[in-house]
Every structure is written in C-alpha cells, then in structure tokens.
C-alpha cells in the first residue's frame, strides 16, 4: 500500500488517497489465516459449507460463517442456494478470488519451501 | 497445506505430517495483517522500531513489539542491536523474509487491481 507521489489534480489525489485507504481496509479484511485457508479451500471447485469446515481444519462455524459473508460482500465468493429441501448452499471462488488464490499458493509454498529454516530458528531463538 | 499421499515408509509420513502440522501453524502465525504489513514495509531495507511504526498505520506499539519478535523467532527479521546511547536496534528481512516479501507484494497488486470490483460488490451486497 505505498504511498503514491504525482503531480495531476486535486480530484485524482482524492481518488488516489480513497483507493488507497479502500486498498489497507480491504487487505485488513483479507490478509487472516481463515480468509486465506476459505480461499485455498475453494481453490479446486465449488463446496458446500460443511465442505469448507472439513477443508479448514481448526474453523468455527461462526468464523466460517463471518468470514464466508466477509468473502461474498467483496464479491470473491459466489454463493448460491439450491431450492432443495433442506437448501443446498454452494460457495465458489469468483474470478477476484481465484486471482487473490494464486497469491495465497504462493504463501503455501513459501511455507512448505522454509518450514526447515523456520524450525531451526526457532530452536535457537527459544534456547 | 493439501494433504500429501504417498507410499513412502512409516517415518517419510509422520515427517510429513509434522512438517504439515508445522506448516500450518507457520502459516497462522505470518497470516495477519500485521505482520504482512511489517514484511512489507521492511521490504526496501533497514529500519529501526519507530520507522517500522511509522510504516505500518495503525499499529499499536505492543502488536508490533509481539510482531517483530514473532518475525525474529521464525528467522524472517533480523534484529541487530548497535551499542551506542541509547542503543539503536534495527529491523532488517533474512532471505526467507524476502521471499515471503514476493508473496505479499503479489496481494497487494491483487488488492489494487480488484479495489473497483470489490467497492461496486460491496455496493451490490450492502443494498
């Protein structure tokens, strides 16, 4: 979210300064271990809620909940409801939050990749 | 942090599912705003405490004190201390922070492409 610098008017300052501001808040919003882990979830298709709690080891229903609802208002998730009875309700990734995906992989390999320096430095850091 | 299958011996897969179970708390520890938002900022040099602060908005001095000491115990942050009065201490990205400092940039290009599309998603779902 670094700050920009120009020399264009007054209006594209107040845009600038808004998209930026817009920017830190949606990245707050994001940037969470369940938002990541839902998104990485979805990664390979659409799943029902009880899916997405199975994938996401560890999760609340109502972090699952707020964070599915959180992830559906920016418009990164779709979800739709089957008019089966009981409802059937699906969430799949929308375009938006298959690109931001791409970003969590790259998080989950930089993880896998240094789990071993992690470790190690975290022997010396304790002893 | 998909579940691996293989073959392998008895000791390949308890190592694999330590490394995982690992993994995943590494994850959850570097998955929030904060320290996102440190690795950031640090990722253009060296700073000291009050720089960081300055870097990061918002961010209060305990959550970065616990922040930067998480960073340092994963071995993401150095940490030098210079003797002089009073001591300057400074925060400086090892090369597993760098590249966890790739995987953030890359979200926060996501964030700025998509700020559009998530602002006119939040219209949608808020009305």
């Known amino acids: 979210m670094g700050t920009k610098q ?3 008017s007054a209006a594209d300052e107040a845009d600038l300064t808004r998209a930026d501001s817009l920017g830190r808040e949606i ?13 990485e979830s979805l990664g390979d298709g659409t799943l029902r809620f009880s899916e997405v709690r199975n994938a996401v080891q560890g999760i609340s229903h109502k972090m699952l909940t707020q964070n599915l609802r959180m992830l559906e208002r920016n418009g990164l998730v779709d ?3 089957h008019p089966t009875v009981p409802p ?3 969430y799949t990734l929308t375009e938006p939050g298959q690109a931001l995906r ?3 992989d ?8 240094y789990v071993g320096h992690i470790e190690a430095s975290r022997h010396r850091f304790d002893s």
């Open 102 to 104: 791409a970003t969590v």
């Open 27 to 39: 990245f707050s919003d994001i940037a969470n271990k369940w938002a990541l882990l839902i998104i």
């Open 79 to 81: 979800r739709t409801v």
């Open 88 to 90: 059937r309700v699906e």
């Open 6 to 8: 120009l020399n264009g």
């Open 106 to 113: 790259g998080m989950c390999d930089w993880t896998h990749r």
